[in-house]
């Protein structure tokens, strides 16, 4: 069967992806996921899916923004292949996909973030020519509201 990519903008396309969503977060609800996209969608938040026929095999968020440092750029959130589809060059096939659409739009550079201990990942992008270019710092406040 063929392997296709499409971009979902709406928040029931997104919506009716949360099975992928939950190999990041296994009690993500989908009380949640609305909240959360209904605060994204206006922000120019969109999601990348891979489809072999209507099965999803990987899915990643993305949105584009401005810094003072560097000007628009796209940066990648939630990038996730379905465990029985990894190996298999879909996270590539994203990549690839999302390298195009920021050359496109004339942006600087691709952001994203990369748990430290998520060293399947860390190999991954490195293989995709991403290198790490600082900490990402942060505070929790309340951490009974992460996913």
């Given at each position: 069967?063929?392997?296709?990519?499409?971009?979902?903008?709406?928040?029931?396309?997104?919506?009716?992806?949360?099975?992928?969503?939950?190999?990041?977060?296994p009690?993500?609800?989908?009380?949640?996921?609305?909240?959360?996209?209904?605060?994204?969608?206006?922000?120019?938040?969109?999601?990348?899916?891979?489809?072999?026929?209507?099965?999803?095999?990987?899915i990643?968020?993305?949105?584009?923004g401005?810094?003072?440092?560097?000007?628009?750029?796209?940066?990648?959130?939630?990038?996730?292949?379905?465990?029985?589809?990894?190996?298999?060059?879909?996270?590539?096939?994203?990549t690839?996909?999302?390298?195009?659409?920021?050359?496109?739009?004339?942006?600087?550079?691709?952001?994203?973030?990369?748990?430290?201990?998520?060293?399947?990942?860390?190999?991954?992008?490195?293989?995709?020519?991403?290198?790490?270019?600082?900490?990402?710092?942060?505070?929790?406040?309340?951490?009974?509201?992460?996913?």
């Amino acid at each position: 069967m063929k392997i296709q990519l499409r971009e979902l903008s709406t928040k029931e396309e997104m919506l009716a992806r949360i099975d992928m969503m939950r190999h990041l977060y296994p009690t993500f609800t989908i009380e949640k996921y609305d909240s959360y996209l209904t605060e994204m969608i206006p922000h120019n938040y969109k999601q990348l899916a891979v489809f072999e026929g209507e099965v999803c095999l990987g899915i990643t968020g993305f949105w584009q923004g401005y810094k003072l440092w560097s000007g628009k750029y796209i940066e990648i959130d939630n990038f996730v292949v379905h465990p029985d589809h990894r190996a298999k060059g879909i996270g590539k096939m994203m990549t690839d996909y999302i390298d195009a659409k920021a050359k496109a739009t004339n942006c600087t550079m691709i952001v994203l973030d990369a748990f430290t201990g998520n060293f399947n990942a860390h190999r991954f992008y490195y293989n995709q020519g991403y290198v790490p270019k600082g900490f990402h710092f942060l505070k929790i406040i309340n951490e009974e509201g992460l996913s």
